[in-house]
């Protein structure tokens, strides 16, 4: 395939920050870090790519938002066929106040500038984030020669 290799660098990272119980949060932002790409070529236009990334920083529109400032490791695999693309994963962040959360992503597309697009969803933690809630959408595109990527995001996230 001749289009940027996808980041899998999916998903953000959330912080607790200073945001409030019973908060919800929703707005936009980037996660910005590295990520290794391993591709399969399985035919013309079908290949599988082992993904693993590095989340170095999400900075949300408000930097009080609970997720700004979250970094962390996430690890996925992606199917880029004819038919389409399908995939996912799961990231493991840690927030400004150590606290962990974790959140699955789902691939759903990709579009014409060659960033994986998807969805994801909070699935547990500590602290704040055991009782927390929330997902968005994303749209991570990495230079294949650099490995570095942006990563836009939505979210909708409410702390208990």
Not at 14 to 32: I, P, R, Y
Not at 46 to 58: A, L
Request: contains cysteine; charged residues 10%; glycine residues 18%.
């Amino acid at each position: 395939m001749t289009r940027h290799y996808f980041a899998a660098a999916l998903l953000c990272a959330f912080s607790a920050g200073t945001g409030g119980a019973g908060t919800t949060w929703e707005q936009g932002g980037t996660g910005t870090g590295t990520a290794s790409n391993s591709p399969t070529e399985i035919g013309d236009g079908h290949m599988v790519i082992q993904t693993s990334s590095s989340y170095e920083n999400v900075e949300m529109e408000d930097a009080d938002h609970p997720m700004n400032g979250a970094a962390g490791p996430c690890f996925g695999a992606v199917e880029a066929a004819p038919a389409g693309v399908t995939g996912g994963g799961i990231c493991a962040f840690t927030d400004k106040a150590g606290d962990k959360v974790v959140l699955h992503w789902h691939a759903e597309g990709m579009d014409a500038s060659g960033a994986l697009t998807g969805s994801w969803k909070l699935s547990g933690g500590t602290g704040p984030w055991a009782g927390a809630e929330g997902g968005g959408t994303f749209s991570s595109l990495t230079d294949p020669a650099s490995g570095h990527f942006v990563n836009t995001i939505t979210s909708s996230v409410t702390l208990p």
